[in-house]
């Protein structure tokens, strides 16, 4: 069992910066692919970014040159460096991982607020 747990949600005006964090906890491997999708208001979930054990990252169009996904294995931790953030990035962030083996992500957080308003 995993579990995984956002942070660093916040309320800030557009052009900020913020940083989240997901860190595991219990059985998470250094294989596991992991990624952060979002859910703002009106809108389906969607895929931010993702990260394999090898540092092999995607980002989506609609934050490229200002998402940036990281990881740190030994902390079982993943980031999400948010750049000039916009309005348009409002959302729910979630964090998900999942096995190589696995077609579906297994696991996800309960979810961080990103509001950026002025």
């Known amino acids: 069992q995993v579990q995984l747990v956002e942070s660093g949600g916040a309320l800030v005006q557009p052009g900020r910066t913020l940083r989240l964090s997901c860190a595991a906890s219990?059985?998470?491997?250094?294989?596991?692919?992991m990624a952060w999708y979002r859910q703002a208001p009106g809108k389906s979930r969607e895929l931010v970014a993702q990260i394999n054990s090898h540092g092999v990252r995607n980002v989506a169009d609609f934050v490229k040159g200002r998402f940036t996904i990281s990881r740190d294995s030994a902390k079982n931790t993943i980031y999400l460096q948010m750049d000039n953030l916009r309005p348009e990035d409002t959302a729910v962030y979630y964090c998900?991982?999942?096995?190589?083996?696995?077609?579906?992500?297994?696991?996800w957080g309960q979810g961080t607020q990103v509001t950026v308003s002025s």
């Open positions: 219990g059985t998470l491997f250094s294989s596991h692919v």
């Open positions: 998900a991982a999942r096995s190589p083996s696995s077609t579906a992500y297994d696991y």
